[in-house]
């Protein structure tokens, strides 16, 4: 139960049902922002009503974008790619750092002046490899340690096209770029270190922009006519990896996890999880928008230590504190590296699970751009942690604490509701 903030999580002895996550939390961003700039009515089904996404829909309103809420239902009235109308007041995204990205990129295409801030988190993590290339298209960026945190002041309008070489693989860096392209004359080109997650091209194209995608290159052709389109969000796989590896570790367990967005630039949670010898199955299916998807079936299972990093990051990044989680259970020793990037999440994501996991037990050490885990050691409950107010610290901490020996109690939970509204009902539900 939740009591003022507070996650209490009891061990389990075993999960077993079918059930459903919330919404993708990329694509809903994406679906919201995509459809304010289309002609015509977009609706969209199966929305994440948490919070990040909610201050998407919110800072569109502001800009004069009417949006209709209905349960996990969405209908936006897009005001076509040039409708947008200044701001009265500044654009708060809350805790969202995709929003602020993404909608940057928006922004500095605008012939007016806005100003978008966020919460304490936000106002902390680093805005400059976005201003950066948004202000070598020919947008106005000011922002705190010039442009490097925000607030950010943005004054757009009259972009030109560039050739942008990211210094490291981000979704959010390309897709705020490719966002920006919309509004330049030309073709605006995206070049990345490694392939990150793709649903930007994926759902640009879908709504009628031109793009081309050549091995680590992307380009966007400038001011297309979008439409308005019905998009179905799959569930999204960073939320079903907790359940995923719930299933995996919690003795006597069975979970069917339905409708999971199978993006193949998000599923390196599968992929880890099948190397440590994960008892998962998969039921594949395609989504009318072009994102593949399908059920996913987990099952308990003896786990092994792994190596990975490389290639593999950008594909499972946010799913490194819970992979975390499922190393601390596994034979052997689990080394994840090339994950500096986790340091400027919400949290130093690195820090924040080791101290968690170190207070339950477990032997983790941090590395300079990881983790090393040996795992085995019996999970210590009986202890009272920090989220530090980080939605996938707190979920992997609550995994954690399914398998522990005694109950514990996670501080500051109330940052789950960002993007998995009603986590503890559902592990209540495969625990009844």
């Known amino acids: 139960m939740v009591v003022n903030n507070e ?39 199966g929305f994440l009503m948490g919070e990040d996404c909610l201050s998407t829909v919110r800072c569109f309103q502001e800009m004069g974008v009417a949006a209709e809420i209905n349960e996990d239902n969405v209908l936006v009235y897009g005001k076509g790619l040039h409708g947008l109308s200044e701001p009265q007041d500044v654009l708060d995204v809350g805790n969202s750092g995709t929003t602020i990205r ?41 922002g705190r340690q010039k442009g490097e945190l925000a607030p950010l002041t943005i004054s757009g309008g009259s972009l030109r096209p560039i050739s942008y070489k990211t210094p490291v693989a981000s979704a959010q860096i390309k897709s705020s770029i490719l966002l920006a392209g919309l509004f330049a004359n030309g073709w605006t080109e995206v070049i990345e270190p490694e392939k990150s997650r793709d649903h930007s091209e994926r759902m640009l194209r879908y709504f009628g922009a031109e793009v081309e995608v050549d091995g680590l290159a992307v380009r966007i052709k400038g001011h297309p006519t979008l439409t308005g389109r019905e998009i179905q969000v799959p569930g999204d796989i960073s939320s079903a990896a907790f359940l995923l590896v719930a299933g995996a570790i919690v003795p006597d367990s069975r979970v069917v996890i339905k409708d999971v967005g199978l993006n193949p630039t998000r599923t390196g949670i599968i992929d880890v999880l099948k190397e440590m010898g994960a008892n998962l199955k998969i039921i594949e299916n395609t989504a009318d928008t072009g994102e593949p998807l399908g059920d996913l079936i987990v ?134």
């Open 299 to 432: 099952e308990t299972s003896s786990l092994q230590g792994i190596e990975f990093g490389g290639q593999l990051i950008p594909r499972l990044v946010d799913e490194i504190p819970v992979i975390a989680v499922a190393a601390a259970c596994a034979g052997g020793i689990t080394e994840i590296r090339d994950a500096a990037e986790l340091k400027v999440k919400e949290s130093n994501r690195i820090e924040a699970i080791c101290q968690g996991l170190q207070k339950m037990g477990v032997d983790i050490e941090e590395l300079p751009d990881g983790l090393r885990i040996k795992g085995g050691k019996p999970i210590r409950g009986g202890v009272t942690l920090d989220s530090q107010h980080d939605h996938r610290i707190a979920m992997a901490l609550a995994v954690a604490g399914l398998v522990a020996d005694k109950g514990i109690t996670i501080k500051n939970a109330e940052a789950i509701n960002v993007s998995f509204p009603g986590f503890k009902n559902l592990l209540d539900t495969l625990a009844s």
């Open 102 to 142: 993404l909608m940057s990129g928006i922004l500095a295409g605008q012939s007016f002046i806005s100003v978008v801030t966020g919460d304490s988190s936000i106002r902390k993590r680093p805005m400059g490899r976005v201003t950066k290339p948004l202000k070598e298209m020919g947008a106005t960026i000011l």
């Open 7 to 45: 996650l209490i999580i009891e061990p389990k002895k075993g999960l077993n049902g079918t059930v459903r996550v919330p919404g993708d939390k990329s694509i809903s961003h994406r679906a919201v922002m995509l459809g304010s700039l289309a002609d015509g009515v977009t609706r969209i089904k």
